[in-house]
């Protein structure tokens, strides 16, 4: 079982690789919803630092939301996903392998590029590592929810809206805790370690439920 | 009578949410109902149509 | 090793395609199917997959439930729709070994090769699939029956947008592995040479 | 006498039993509602602790936003059955129950801003419940628009019960992001809920519009899953033998 996941997370990143202009464009997406608020609030850095943690975490679901389109589209138009469908392994394991493969290519960037947005907003150097680390454990469960989105619009026409739609309010609990972390981390004498615990538990919820329910919703789209 | 539409100098917002409750809550059956005889009627349609058909 | 389907009932939308279907196929036989346009051909094979939810009726392998044993059905089913299941990005020996590998099976380069230049794709092996024509793409997909170690074939239009080499070779193919003890269930307006007793005829017309 | 409830899940069999419950339903609503109104208005004390006249919103905000919540747990529980018994019935009355929940949140949202303009001030505060009820209503609508998304019945009934059953699961988390946002000094969670110090005159009125606006959800929630079989079983008999009047 774990060869073949091994080699799905291989192929979609190969995949990617041949075709490195779609990881581009999440991240500068991301960067310029962030480079934007500034322009339509204002410079000064007590605001900007005031509305740092929500704009980041608001501009990684947007940019989350926008790329889940694409994690089961082009194996359904091609017939892929109907092989991967009829594999002897569990179809949770092979799902888990493109949401993987998916956060790898849009979650994990916006996590590097994390630090070009802190500077933006005047954030302290702290500040920046939490960022770093708070976005690292909460784009997985953003690309993991998302599947199920993507599994469920597969192949509709306006499916990237739909999802988006669809998945933006079961992103809450992420948000909330994600952004609440970086305030905390900003006023300095805060625990932030509650915040941790509580992201750390949605993502292994994430990770123990999601790949089961979008199996079945594949199940149900590639009928 | 009036004092009881005055509702205590809230009238204008008591009135306006039991409003909008008894609008939504006529509308709804009422919608229903028209959406109800147009598919009688259009089975009825489908069924003369194919009844001359044969 | 059978596979016994006992009435099956299948519908699209709320229209009902086909019901009651019992038919059986044991080891060396081959399903032709047959059936106007529109009359279900594609949902019955997708439904005897486990791709599409039949509405009522059983479908067993080996005496099982396919849909209970999905793990141990699927390692003996080889199945093949209307789409190549080829990614245009990888070149043919790639998309070959990544199918094997879901399959659980692993293949070397050099069988694939080998399976390439059978089906007349020497010379292709590393050129993206993109590059190649509508009927070398599916050339390539045909090409994964020679590395499947399936017993159950259920091919779904298989001589469509081929030429007559590669139609000759397909039905070589077929053939010896129905002689072999294999299985196959197919859609074709092709003639099938096939030895009367080991044809089954089942056509979706009556079924309505 | 075992009720045969498989009975019931056909459409056919389903459709005359919905026709005679919905005029049942409908008059119960009417007088639990208009009773409950009155008792609610004329035996009642004017004045609420501090807040004065405009308390009587809280009849139909509470009524409303109860139902809203309880609409979208129906609507689950149909969903559910229709995946486990993949009958066709239960799937027609989630997507019956989907429109009426998300009617129900709109009102307890129109209601609770009337009911804040008076009380805090503000049209629209975001406060823990008022908040819930919005998500909520953001949950209907992407139910609602999955649903109408896909053309085939089949895979937008079972798709959407995938998607009501995770927004489900995950209600529970958001309502506890949403009450608690900074775990350190999280607010008791169970803000004293407004029923208990509530004088019993105006309990027995909510009580009583609540229950007819239970009714009242019923009988919609029949009339239009009546439209759905009919727009679904268009092509058999028995509905080409239904007569106009009916």
């Given at each position: 079982m774990f060869?073949?996941?091994?080699a799905?997370?291989?192929?979609d ?10 990881i581009?464009t ?27 943690p929500?704009v ?15 994690i089961?589209a ?7 996903l109907?092989q ?13 392998a493109k949401?993987?493969?998916?956060w ?6 916006l ?8 500077l933006q907003?005047h954030?302290s150097?702290?500040t920046?590592?939490t960022?770093?680390l708070?976005?690292?454990i ?8 998302g ?7 597969l192949?509709?026409?306006g499916?990237?809206?739909l ?10 609990p992420?948000?909330?805790?994600g952004?609440?972390?970086?305030e905390a ?14 992201l750390?538990a949605?993502?292994?919820?994430a990770l123990?439920f999601t790949?089961l329910a979008?199996?079945a919703?594949?199940?149900?789209s590639?009928? | 009578?009036?004092?009881f539409?005055a509702?205590?100098?809230y009238?204008?917002y008591v ?8 609008f ?13 005889r ?6 009825q349609?489908?069924k ?5 058909k044969? | 090793m ?6 099956l009932?299948c519908?699209r939308g709320?229209?009902?395609?086909f019901?009651g279907?019992t ?5 060396g ?10 009359s279900g051909?594609?949902?019955l ?5 486990g791709?599409?939810l039949p509405d009522a009726g ?5 005496g099982?439930?396919?849909?209970s ?7 003996d ?5 209307h ?6 990005d990888?070149n ?6 990544v ?5 659980g099976e692993s ?7 080998e399976?390439?230049s ?5 010379g292709?092996e ?21 590395l499947s170690k399936a017993?159950?074939?259920?091919l779904?239009e298989p001589?469509?947008a ?19 003890g294999?299985?196959a ?7 099938l ?6 044809l089954?005829?089942v ?5 309505v | 006498?075992?009720i ?6 056909s459409?056919?069999?389903f459709y005359?039993l ?8 409908m008059t119960?609503?009417?007088?639990l509602?208009m009773?409950?109104?009155?008792w609610?208005f004329?035996e009642?004390?004017?004045v609420?602790?501090d807040?004065?006249q ?13 139902m ?5 747990v129906?609507?689950v529980?149909?969903?559910?059955l ?14 019956a129950?989907?429109i009426t929940?998300?009617i ?16 805090w ?15 909520l ?8 628009a999955?649903?109408s998304?896909?053309e085939d019945?089949r ?6 019960a995938?998607l ?7 209600v529970?988390?958001?309502y506890?992001s949403?009450n608690?946002?900074?775990?350190n000094?999280?607010?008791?969670l169970h803000q ?6 509530v ?5 027995i009125?909510?009580?009583v519009?609540?229950?007819g606006?239970?009714?009242y ?21 028995w509905?080409?033998?239904l007569?106009?009047?009916?």
């Amino acid at each position: 079982m774990f060869d073949s996941f091994l080699a799905l997370l291989k192929r979609d990143l190969l995949l990617a690789l041949r075709r490195r202009s779609d990881i581009f464009t999440v991240l500068f997406f991301f960067i310029i919803v962030v480079s934007i608020f500034p322009l339509g609030i204002s410079f000064e850095k007590a605001v900007l630092q005031k509305i740092a943690p929500g704009v980041v975490w608001v501009a990684a679901l947007l940019a989350s939301t926008l790329a889940l389109e694409r994690i089961f589209a082009n194996d359904y138009a091609d017939g892929t996903l109907e092989q991967m469908l009829l594999t002897p392994q569990p179809l949770s394991v092979l799902v888990f392998a493109k949401t993987l493969a998916h956060w790898l290519l849009t979650g994990l960037p916006l996590v590097l590029i994390a630090p070009l947005a802190g500077l933006q907003y005047h954030l302290s150097a702290s500040t920046i590592g939490t960022l770093m680390l708070v976005l690292l454990i909460g784009t997985p469960i953003l690309s993991m929810i998302g599947a199920i989105g993507a599994a469920l619009t597969l192949g509709l026409r306006g499916g990237g809206i739909l999802v988006s739609l669809l998945v933006l309010p079961l992103y809450i609990p992420v948000l909330v805790y994600g952004s609440g972390a970086i305030e905390a981390a900003m006023q300095g004498d805060v625990s932030l370690q509650p915040y941790y615990l509580l992201l750390l538990a949605f993502l292994l919820l994430a990770l123990v439920f999601t790949p089961l329910a979008t199996a079945a919703s594949l199940r149900i789209s590639v009928e | 009578m009036s004092e009881f539409f005055a509702m205590g100098g809230y009238g204008f917002y008591v009135w306006s949410s039991m409003g909008m409750v008894l609008f939504l809550m006529l509308l709804e059956p009422i919608v229903l109902k028209i959406q109800h005889r147009s598919l009688l009627k259009n089975i009825q349609r489908q069924k003369r149509r194919q009844a001359s058909k044969h | 090793m059978t596979l016994s389907v006992n009435q099956l009932q299948c519908s699209r939308g709320d229209i009902c395609l086909f019901e009651g279907l019992t038919f059986e196929l044991t080891a060396g036989q081959l399903i032709w199917l047959e059936g106007k346009n529109g009359s279900g051909k594609t949902t019955l094979l997708r439904s005897l997959c486990g791709l599409f939810l039949p509405d009522a009726g059983t479908i067993k392998w080996k005496g099982e439930l396919t849909r209970s044993t999905e793990d141990t059905f699927y390692k003996d089913l080889f199945y093949l729709g209307h789409q190549n299941a080829l990614k245009l990005d990888l070149n043919p020996v790639e998309n070959l070994q990544v199918l094997s590998r879901l399959a659980g099976e692993s293949v070397s380069e050099e069988q694939a090769d080998e399976a390439l230049s059978r089906f007349g794709l020497s010379g292709y092996e590393e050129t993206p699939v993109r590059k190649l024509s509508q009927g070398q793409q599916r050339r390539v997909a045909l090409s994964r029956l020679l590395l499947s170690k399936a017993s159950l074939l259920i091919l779904d239009e298989p001589f469509v947008a081929l030429d007559a080499a590669a139609v000759e070779l397909l039905q070589s193919v077929i053939v010896t592995q129905v002689e072999q003890g294999g299985m196959a269930i197919l859609t074709t307006h092709q003639a099938l040479p096939i030895p009367e007793e080991k044809l089954i005829r089942v056509s979706l017309d009556r079924y309505v | 006498m075992a009720i045969n409830w498989f009975k019931y899940s056909s459409p056919s069999s389903f459709y005359p039993l919905a026709g005679k419950m919905i005029p049942v339903f409908m008059t119960l609503a009417i007088v639990l509602i208009m009773g409950g109104l009155y008792w609610g208005f004329f035996e009642t004390p004017d004045v609420l602790s501090d807040q004065k006249q405009y308390y009587r919103i809280i009849y139909v905000h509470v009524a409303s936003a109860w139902m809203a919540m309880w609409l979208y747990v129906v609507m689950v529980a149909w969903a559910v059955l229709g995946l486990i018994f993949n009958t066709r019935m239960s799937y027609m009355m989630a997507s019956a129950t989907a429109i009426t929940g998300a009617i129900m949140t709109a009102l307890s949202l129109w209601t609770g801003a009337f009911w804040g303009q008076t009380s805090w001030g503000t049209w629209w505060d975001w406060d823990p419940r008022m908040t819930s009820q919005l998500i909520l209503l953001f949950l209907y609508i992407g139910y609602i628009a999955l649903q109408s998304a896909i053309e085939d019945n089949r895979r937008s009934d079972r798709a959407s019960a995938v998607l009501a059953m995770v927004g489900l699961a995950i209600v529970p988390v958001i309502y506890y992001s949403i009450n608690c946002p900074d775990p350190n000094e999280c607010a008791s969670l169970h803000q004293e809920s407004s029923l208990k110090r509530v004088e019993s005159n105006i309990l027995i009125a909510m009580l009583v519009v609540t229950a007819g606006f239970w009714m009242y959800c019923f009988a919609v929630i029949l009339m239009r899953v009546r439209n759905i079989i009919l727009l679904r079983e268009s092509h058999t008999q028995w509905v080409e033998r239904l007569e106009v009047k009916k």
